[in-house]
């Protein structure tokens, strides 16, 4: 099973400021990973797929990168509802489908 | 619009069964692969399994096999997970999800959710 490290666990930061969020898996996942983002009470919503691909309707501001083992989301001027939790998702080796343990992005 | 719509909430006893439903809308729901995803309180999301509505192709995570089975009605386009002797340990929020690129895929959309608690 493919074990995806997120860090950090916890990220303040104020709005309009830049985040960038890490996924390390524990061996290579070509490009098959993706981004999701859960607010509180919501369902996760997908933002990134295959590494980089913004999905419908996402906002220009989310962008992924990195293959292999090492993944990176990047917020570039955060809003103020883009403070939430982020999972990142593998799908290169399965079953099963594993995720990140997760990493809060809160308001400073 | 593609949507899929859960079941409500749940309240159930230790031992007791339990079936919860995801009705899919606004696509040919025989089309794509719907999966489980389970999240405890307070923590990460754990992939249960997937089925193909088409042909009942199932598939589950190791950790999840024998533990709960996956079934879909392609007539009325619902799948289902269901439990045959709940444990407290079960309860947890429930989210059905359409999986794009076949049975590992990326998930979306999600289901609203179904809150199941067991509890003596």
């Known amino acids: 099973e493919i074990v995806l490290t997120q860090s950090p666990a916890t990220l303040s930061l104020s709005p309009g400021e830049r985040a960038t969020l890490s996924c390390r898996a524990s061996?290579?996942?070509?490009?098959?990973l993706a981004w999701y983002q859960q607010k509180p009470g919501q369902a996760p919503r997908l933002l990134i797929y295959d590494a980089s691909n913004r999905a419908t309707g996402i906002p220009a501001r989310f962008s992924g990168s990195g293959s292999g083992t090492d993944f990176t989301l990047t917020i570039s001027s955060l809003e103020p509802e883009d403070f939430a939790v982020y999972y990142c998702?593998?799908?290169?080796?399965?079953?099963?489908?594993?995720f990140g343990q997760g990493t809060r992005l809160e308001i400073k | 619009e593609v949507q899929l719509v859960q079941s409500g909430a749940e309240v159930k006893k230790p031992g007791e069964s339990l079936k919860i439903s995801c009705k899919g809308s606004g696509y040919s729901f025989t089309s794509y692969w719907i999966g489980w995803v389970r999240q405890m309180p307070g923590k990460g999301l754990e992939w249960m399994g997937i089925i193909y509505p088409g042909d009942s192709d199932t598939r589950y995570s190791p950790s999840f096999q024998g533990q709960v089975t996956i079934s879909a009605d392609k007539s009325i386009s619902t799948a289902y997970l269901q439990w045959s002797s709940l444990k407290a340990s079960d309860t947890a929020m429930y989210y059905c999800?359409?999986?794009?690129?076949?049975?590992?895929?990326?998930?979306?959309?999600w289901g609203q959710g179904t809150l199941v608690t067991v509890s003596s």
């Open positions: 998702q593998q799908r290169s080796n399965w079953p099963p489908v594993t």
């Open positions: 999800v359409s999986s794009s690129y076949g049975p590992a895929g990326w998930f979306d959309p």
């Open positions: 061996q290579s996942v070509s490009s098959y």
